[in-house]
């Protein structure tokens, strides 16, 4: 197994600029996660999905972000206009309903707004 | 709110030396914990999990031990290697909630000293 794949590993953008990140998750896994992590504030989540439907979107920031799952093996997380603070690492995460919650991560994006 | 947290941010080990990490959890009702590895530049890494009916768990040179009566949690890693360099995390769940999301603390760096 490929494992969660994200893309692209890093990213850097002028600020302003529309940033999309993308993930395909373990195949088979009815659950996704989207998290950032900073020095500042950890691993964040952002927001999951259950069955490509939104469950919790408490996490994201401000309508800035936005996160779509169209089907079973793909998400993007959006940010539109991109600032500064977004700068962080983006995790996708996936994990299997069940009787445990593992949850297994990509290798993130590494993303610098300047 | 509740959250998951770690006594200390940093522990440096010699090599061969036993490792231990620690975390303390607030919620009461988490009844599932997991221990994730992270090394620069990755995801983080499942490395094993404990559900609280059960107070120690071992693994391949890894054992968790869950104290439920002071709600801590602890890492053990036996003859610590250079490549157990890395951050650790725990995070904390509800297994019998709707929800699905893990609380992260905020990680120990361990470092491994030649």
């Known amino acids: 197994d490929a494992g969660v794949i994200q893309s692209p590993r890093h990213e850097v953008t002028e600020m302003g600029q529309e940033v999309t990140l993308r993930c395909k998750p373990i195949?088979?896994?009815?659950?996704l996660f989207w998290y950032r992590q900073t020095m500042m504030r950890g691993l964040e989540l952002l927001i999951y999905?259950?069955?490509?439907?939104?469950?919790?979107d408490s996490g994201m920031p401000e309508d800035r972000f936005s996160a779509k799952m169209p089907n079973a093996s793909f998400s993007t997380l959006k940010i539109q206009p991109s600032e500064p603070r977004d700068s962080a690492v983006y995790f996708c995460?996936?994990?299997?309903?069940?009787?445990?919650?593992?949850?297994?991560f990509g290798a993130g994006t590494r993303l610098s707004v300047l | 709110g509740e959250s998951v947290g770690l006594h200390l941010p940093t522990l440096s080990v010699q090599e061969g030396d036993n490792s231990i990490i620690n975390c303390a959890y607030s919620n009461s009702a988490s009844d599932y914990f997991i221990w994730y590895k992270q090394e620069s530049g990755k995801g983080p890494q499942f490395i094993i999990d404990i559900r609280s009916n059960m107070d120690k768990r071992q693994g391949q040179r890894v054992t968790v031990l869950l104290n439920k009566t002071v709600k801590h949690l602890s890492l053990q890693i036996a003859a610590t290697q250079p490549g157990d360099s890395a951050v650790y995390f725990c995070?904390?769940?509800?297994?019998?909630?709707?929800?699905?999301?893990?609380?992260f603390g905020s990680g120990t760096q361990l470092t491994v000293l030649p």
């Open positions: 195949s088979g896994h009815d659950y």
């Open positions: 995070a904390e769940t509800y297994s019998s909630g709707s929800a699905r999301q893990l609380t």
């Open positions: 995460a996936s994990s299997l309903s069940g009787t445990k919650n593992i949850q297994y």
């Open positions: 999905f259950n069955n490509n439907v939104p469950i919790d």
